[in-house]
């Protein structure tokens, strides 16, 4: 419509009309250029702050996982310190106190994942929307650090291996109970107990557990760490959120 009305005054050649119409066109499309720009940023702020809040709710869960961790090892740290004691002791060990003490401390937890949100981000291209370079290091340190926490678990199963077959070697079966045709199946499937006599005439195992303590110390020390990286990493998204809105 306006094309026609373009055309129709420059036949009559009025060229004040001529340059209106053309300045609405100019404007018009101007005008179109920029509420679509608009529309697009809102769009990818919208997609930003979708991005920070899943974010800062996995790196908050993940924060949330890596104490609770932490806890369960400062938990097997100090019960496998307290059972080293016994099995060096001298004097007659309390077996049920030593037994509580093997049955909490000879463990390993397995590692976390990588934050399944930042995976989507990298393999979707969409880094960008972490506008601070300094946030997206951050980010992806955060993440190397959980790799590295899955090469202290297998460092952990390796002192593990050393000292389970000495455990197993100083193990009793005291019965195994038949179940008639469709009994319930009880909890206890086996009745068992560690014969800490063994245990203290295995020349090794001192030195075995001992190994095995300072691995739990190191592993400890580095899930309180990596819990306190990923609590400010999960503000500083939380933050990010926000102002994207």
């Known amino acids: 419509m306006r094309v026609l009305s373009i055309t129709k005054h420059l036949r009559e050649q009025n060229w004040v009309a001529v340059f209106l119409d053309f300045l609405i066109v100019v404007v018009g499309?101007?005008?179109?250029?920029?509420?679509?720009?608009?529309?697009s940023k809102r769009a990818q702020?919208?997609?930003?702050?979708?991005y920070h809040e899943r974010l800062?709710?996995?790196?908050?869960?993940l924060s949330d996982t890596l104490k609770k961790h932490s806890?369960?090892?400062?938990?097997?740290?100090?019960?496998?310190?307290n059972l080293t004691a016994l099995l060096?002791?001298?004097?007659?060990?309390?077996?049920?106190?030593?037994?509580?003490?093997m049955n909490t401390s000879l463990f390993s937890i397995p590692p976390l994942k990588d934050p399944a949100v930042l995976d989507e981000m990298i393999s979707a291209g969409k880094m960008g929307f972490i506008a601070d370079p300094a946030q997206r290091t951050q980010l992806l340190n955060a993440r190397y650090s959980l790799q590295f926490l899955g090469t202290y678990y297998e460092f952990l199963n390796d002192g593990l291996d050393q000292i389970l077959p000495i455990v197993q070697r100083c193990t009793v079966i005291d019965?195994?109970?038949?179940?008639?045709?469709?009994?319930?199946?009880?909890?206890?499937?086996?009745?068992?107990?560690?014969?800490?006599?063994?245990?203290?005439?295995?020349?090794?195992?001192p030195a075995l557990m001992s190994e095995w303590l300072q691995r739990l110390h190191g592993t400890r020390n580095l899930y309180i760490e990596a819990n306190l990286e990923f609590e400010r990493i999960a503000k500083k998204l939380q933050d990010l959120a926000n102002k994207s809105r």
């Open 71 to 81: 806890e369960h090892y400062e938990t097997y740290l100090r019960n496998g310190i």
């Open 29 to 39: 499309v101007y005008m179109g250029l920029q509420m679509q720009e608009w529309s």
């Open 56 to 61: 800062a709710y996995e790196y908050a869960a």
């Open 88 to 101: 060096l002791t001298v004097q007659e060990i309390d077996q049920g106190r030593a037994n509580q003490l």
């Open 175 to 205: 019965e195994v109970q038949p179940l008639a045709e469709n009994a319930n199946i009880p909890e206890d499937l086996v009745t068992f107990h560690y014969d800490f006599t063994c245990m203290q005439s295995e020349p090794l195992m």
């Open 45 to 50: 702020n919208a997609e930003a702050a979708a």
